[in-house]
């Protein structure tokens, strides 16, 4: 049974910096496809950052240059870097993994106050 576990969300004041962390168990996150989304209230879900099963990188455009994604094997950990935050970054975060189907953490609420 394939489980994502997240932590690391809370408040923050605009320009701080959060890093969220999602453990995976009965799977290993190597050579899968590994993300974050995020769904603020009223909005449609967003993909903020993933890595291809090739390992390239792709970011929303709103977060590039402020978040970075990232992956500790040997942990089966990914992780999302969030720097200069911004009020609209406001949102549940939600990592997820593709193997065979979709799985996905139970999201963890990032506010950022101004």
């Known amino acids: 049974q394939v489980q994502l576990v997240e932590s690391g969300g809370g408040l923050v004041h605009s320009g701080g910096s959060l890093r969220l962390s999602c453990a995976a168990s009965?799977?290993?996150?190597?050579?899968?496809?590994i993300g974050w989304y995020r769904r603020s209230p009223g909005k449609q879900r967003e993909l903020v950052a993933r890595?291809?099963?090739?390992?390239?990188?792709n970011y929303a455009d709103s977060v590039k240059g402020r978040f970075t994604i990232s992956r500790d094997n040997a942990k089966n950990t990914m992780y999302l870097q969030m720097n200069s935050l911004k009020p609209e970054d406001t949102a549940v975060y939600y990592c997820y993994l593709w193997a065979t189907g979709t799985y996905w953490g139970q999201g963890t609420q990032v506010t950022v106050s101004s």
């Open positions: 890595i291809s099963i090739g390992g390239s990188v």
């Open positions: 009965g799977t290993i996150i190597s050579g899968k496809i």
